[in-house]
């Protein structure tokens, strides 16, 4: 069926708009809303770049890793930081699903050169047949059984993030872009809030960390989703 058809089929179309609030709530979409004047009185220190090593899915070229990054280093101007990708290989999924992939990332061992490791999940025929499956469940039941990125909250320095996404109704609320400017705040240690100034105080104690005389110099540190510091390189 043609995605757009589905979506213009005008009952299914209410039925969409007025589950949207609970999509917002369900889902993984926003990290918290953006407090101005909070995050210009906090004070980030200087300009420090970290490395990203990036595991990349056939069809995903690196003119999309390069653009994608692009779009994550201007929310990190914010923050006076900025992610550096390292493209370290290309493979075939692991598995199906999202599991399937943090499993994997969890496992794999980050390289010496690598700050933070994150997996670009491509589209393919099967998953396009599951996203017009699971849209119809988020239609008849209100559940969104997709995710669009995740992060491991063992360390929060290993995440991956569908870096394919022109689908069904995913469009009218996320991007890739989006998704990983979100998943990259989990990959500084923000959880989800209402409000963002609890991540901007989460992002500042991490740069922090950069003093601390426990760190692995070579390593860019962090703090995980329950507050515990990250000064080493994970497994
Ligand atoms: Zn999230």
Redesign the pocket.
Known sequence: MNELSFIQFPKLRYLLIALIPLFVLTS??T?GFHQEKIRESIPFGEKVSFRVCVIKEKGIVDQDVYSLFGAWNEELLYYQLKADPIILLETERPGFYGADILDYIINFKMPEECDRLLYLKGRTWGDIVFEVFTLGIFAGIGLKLEVQ???EARTNTKGYIKAKYISTIQLLFTSPKSTLI??G??LLGC??QLFMEECYERIRDVKLLLTDPNRDPSFFPNINSSGKKILKRPI
Do not use: Q
């Open positions: 993984c979409t990290i990125g995740a992060v979100h998943e705040y989990h959880g989800h």
